[in-house]
């Protein structure tokens, strides 16, 4: 009887990208750092909380306003962003897996950015060095999330399975649907993107986003 594709196997597979060791390392200096400041206090509980309820959103918003930008040209300047750029490439072919990552190069500018709104942004370093775990928490979900959707693992859980099928609905049925990654029926449901799929008509531009990309002018 023939193995199938395994959690160990996707794991293994999963650290040989750059993006998992880039976050993790964010991740492990970011809890080392809120353990030796201390000063918790209640607002360190409820800022995950309130991360966590906003996630699905942040994820729809980046996926349909970045990812899914269109070229745009400014008289002699293109604006085509990198995310933009490589997010297009994944759709091309969902399952070439160093598509499925977030580009390392992005995270060069993403993660310091992180770091400072963490340190800038919040009244007490302790909660925005907890606000940094647990933004780097969901963002080492996210990747594990989305390389385990595009993988050969088979869906188990009732929960993976509402994850999975949504998706690579977004992926292989249409594009203007579906764009959360993480979760099912949430932000999708909130914002209109999570129509009856007996309802949908199958996009012939879900591989080939925005028509081969011709540039607004």
């Keep these: 009887m023939t193995r199938g594709f395994t959690l160990r196997d996707a794991a293994a597979e999963f650290v040989r990208h ?16 809120r353990i030796l400041v201390g000063d ?8 995950p909380l309130v991360m966590l309820a906003l996630f699905p959103f942040f994820e729809w918003i980046v996926h349909v306003f970045i990812l899914h930008w269109r070229p745009k040209v400014l008289g002699p300047v293109t604006i085509d962003p990198l995310l933009a750029r490589e997010h297009r490439r994944h759709h091309v072919d969902p399952r070439t897996v160093a598509l499925i ?20 942004a919040f009244p ?11 933004l780097t928490m969901l963002g080492m979900g996210y990747e594990w999330c989305h390389y385990l959707i595009h993988s050969d693992y088979k869906p188990r859980s009732a929960a993976y399975r509402a994850i999975w099928r949504n998706h690579r609905r977004h992926h292989y049925k249409n594009e203007h649907y579906w764009f959360t990654v993480t979760s099912s029926g949430t932000a999708d449901r909130v914002l209109g993107t999570c129509p009856d799929p007996a309802t949908v008509p199958s996009s012939p531009t879900a591989r080939d986003l925005h028509a081969a990309t011709t540039p607004e002018r």
């Design 18 to 33: 750059p993006s998992p060791w880039m976050i993790g390392a964010t991740l492990l200096v970011a809890v080392s750092a």
């Design 40 to 47: 918790w206090q209640l607002t360190d509980a409820l800022v």
């Design 101 to 120: 990552f977030i580009p390392w190069l992005a995270l060069l500018w993403v993660l310091p950015v992180a770091v400072a709104i963490a340190l800038l």
């Design 124 to 134: 007490r370093v302790g909660l925005g060095l907890t606000y940094l775990s647990f």
